[in-house]
């Protein structure tokens, strides 16, 4: 058994939730839970209806669900609904009008408040230039922009046409964004100049030029926001400036009714081949979902100033940054650059600064903050904080004690969210005033999530047994398919075990029913909290010119969860030199993004591999941690490169 699993086996702390703060939540109770899980597991469309009445729409649907063609979920079928209108306009005719939506920071330290009204305005103005752009309901347009209130208007403008966005992360290179516009064929870019990162300007227009020089695919029009002021091309007839398109423009915009199932969104996630999947997402069942766990899991009121850290480039970003606090029209809170900029108090000066009450981080970000030291959060008055979350990986009871002890005066409960960009929302998580919470347990399922813990039978287990995380019935916030590949969504979520949805996941049930989660059991990386297919960067490293062959596996880091380990051998002739380990490195990150740079490269003459040719990832794995080799090695080809492998280098 390896330590972490050991040490969660013993954690018996149990966090009651506080009497002051189930006063105020809407669930108060776990008994309370226990009915409403119940109902919604056995009435979902019952629950979903009720639920999604809180919602605007502009046609009720005739259906809650059809599964009829599963693995393909229809959800609120026949109903019509716009994103951008029930994260906006339904906000308009009350007082959460002047009520700010957004509360945005840049790194360098300038400050904006928009309102709804504002921020009405300006997504109105800018669906018109997306409009006056060409760019119609359906099309693909890829965002890449720095934290800043545009990118949030952008995702709403085309949400507010129909158009489907994608957004890329700030921190991937050209390549990425080159691949991603193949996969999608988007027809129009939105961009920035420049963003502000760890005191730096990231040349996101710059990246962007060069993805189009390696292949244009069907981009037709770059718009560009001006941002950090840097110096940038301008390619006539293609790239045009969002505040000169501004001039051209009014604010009379209505939201389109649309589908319940017309695809809002494609996020590209890491699987376990070397191309990213294009998880798609649509209209009434996702917003229904982001919706709900806000309401639920954040118990959002208000007067809330509300804090997730995530960047929009990731699915935490599109649900917890954008979608879902507007939707509830809560004040979300954004900040552009990097917590230790420009220095490790940043995070703990802004919630002192603008009261902030709720805060959703990542673990990774937690175990940081703990090796900068505790003076950082002390010297700050943290006490506006009453809810704490954790998503992306599993948090260890180290660094949950001391995000409670820490960061929420001992007052705050944590909740612990499991789920992923292909759920859409929250999928595990207490709710803060009904359930105790464990350190380390994601506790259990929020409603109408049938999870379970299987064997490879598809059997459930017994208690504390472990096994793969399976979700039993589809959720209104699920995918829908693959872009461009529905058999790959087929054969990634739903043929491991026979007509469940398989997460990639491990993970164990307790005798209470808390969920235990294990982490990645598939070749998915989670580094930082990010997911990295490990072939993606195995087609990295060989498109070196010295690399003939790559493997890549994971090994336990303190900060990151998990750090990259590649073995790698050397086309014939090839000399290591003393540069070569950094260069090798840096076309990795230049490939992927800064995010997948190996923390490590070890050069070997051959990889382990099985008779038949299959790199031997467990004997690796177990090197790459410095641990002895075990387990069977008969299958072996050539026992002496285990030993070679293993020695100490230089
Ligand atoms: C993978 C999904 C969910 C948004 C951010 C990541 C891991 C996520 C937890 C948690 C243990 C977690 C899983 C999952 N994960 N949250 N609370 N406890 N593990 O989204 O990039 O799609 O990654 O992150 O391994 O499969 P993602």
Redesign the pocket.
């Known amino acids: 058994m390896n330590k972490n699993i050991e040490s969660l086996l013993s954690e018996k702390r149990v966090f009651k939730p506080a009497k002051d703060f189930v006063k105020k939540a809407r669930i108060k109770s776990k008994a309370q839970y226990d009915e409403m899980y119940r109902e919604s597991i056995a009435k979902p469309d019952k629950f979903w209806a009720r639920e999604a009445s809180e919602l605007l729409w502009n046609k009720k649907w005739t259906k809650v669900l059809d599964w009829s063609k599963a693995p393909v979920a229809k959800w609120f079928v026949g109903g019509q609904l716009n994103v951008s209108e029930n994260c906006i306009d339904r906000h308009l005719d009350g007082p959460r009008r002047n009520k700010a939506a957004i509360i945005w920071e840049g790194e360098p330290g300038e400050k904006r408040t928009i309102t709804y009204a504002q921020l009405h305005d300006q997504v109105c103005r800018f669906a018109n230039v997306l409009k006056r752009n060409k760019i119609k309901k359906g099309d693909r347009v890829l965002i890449y922009m720095p934290m800043i209130p545009e990118a949030a208007v952008a995702m709403l403008a085309c949400a507010r046409i129909g158009a489907v966005h994608s957004v890329v992360f700030g921190g991937f290179s050209s390549e990425s964004i080159k691949d991603r516009l193949h996969d999608s064929k988007a027809v129009a870019i939105i961009t920035a100049d420049g963003g502000y990162r760890r005191g730096s300007i990231v040349p996101l227009k710059k990246n962007v030029d060069d993805a189009l020089k390696l292949s244009a695919a069907e981009v037709k029009r770059v718009i560009v926001f001006r941002r950090a002021g840097n110096d940038i091309h301008i390619e006539e007839g293609r790239d045009v400036w969002w505040h000169r398109e501004l001039e051209y423009v009014d604010a009379n915009c209505p939201p389109v009714p649309l589908d319940s199932e017309h695809p809002l969104f494609i996020l590209y996630?890491?699987g376990s081949t070397g191309k990213p999947k294009g998880v798609l997402h649509t209209t009434g069942g996702y917003l229904l979902g982001a919706y709900c766990t806000v309401k639920y899991v954040f118990d959002v009121r208000d007067e809330d100033v509300y804090w997730c850290t995530?960047d929009i480039g990731?699915?935490?970003g599109h649900s917890y940054v954008v979608y879902g606090p507007l939707a509830n029209g809560v004040t979300s809170f954004m900040y552009e650059g990097a917590p230790n900029w420009p220095d490790w108090g940043r995070f703990w000066q802004i919630i002192e600064q603008e009261r902030v009450n709720i805060l959703y981080t990542a673990p990774t970000a937690i175990r940081a903050f703990i090796r900068a030291g505790d003076q950082w959060p002390l010297k700050h008055d943290l006490s506006s904080l009453r809810l704490l979350g954790?998503?992306?990986?599993?948090?260890n009871p180290e660094a949950w004690m001391w995000y409670h002890n820490i960061i929420g005066g001992g007052r705050c409960p944590i909740v612990?969210?499991?789920?992923?960009?292909?759920?859409g929302a929250i999928m595990?998580t207490p709710l803060p005033g009904a359930i105790p919470t464990i350190p380390s347990s994601?506790t259990l399922p929020f409603f109408g999530v049938d999870a379970a813990i299987v064997d490879d039978s598809g059997k459930e287990v017994p208690p504390n047994v472990g096994g793969k995380l399976v979700i039993r019935k589809p959720w209104p916030s699920m995918l829908r398919t693959i872009y461009g590949d529905h058999a790959r969504y087929k054969q990634a979520y739903w043929s491991e075990i026979k007509g469940v949805y398989f997460?990639?996941?491990g993970a164990r049930r307790d005798k209470d029913g808390y969920f235990w989660?294990v982490?990645?059991i598939d070749d998915?990386l989670?580094v930082a909290?990010?997911?990295l297919g490990t072939s993606e960067v195995e087609s990295a490293l060989v498109s070196h010119p010295a690399v003939a062959e790559a493997a890549v596996v994971g090994r336990p880091d303190e900060i990151k969860g998990q750090g990259v380990v590649a073995f790698v051998t050397l086309k014939t002739g090839t000399k290591v030199t003393p540069g070569l380990r950094e260069e090798i490195r840096a076309h990795v990150g230049n490939v992927i993004g800064p995010i997948a740079k190996p923390d490590d490269v070890r050069f070997a003459d051959a990889l382990p591999k099985t008779r038949s040719g299959k790199i031997m990832r467990r004997l690796l794995k177990q090197i790459a941690s410095g641990e002895v080799v075990t387990g069977d090695t008969t299958t072996l080809e050539d026992l002496s490169v285990i030993a070679k492998l293993s020695a100490p280098e230089e």
Do not use: K, L
């Open positions: 996630t890491s995530a990731w699915v935490t954790s998503v992306g990986e599993p948090i612990d969210t499991w789920w992923q960009t292909e759920t595990i994601a997460a990639g996941d989660i982490g990645r998915v989670n909290g990010h997911r």
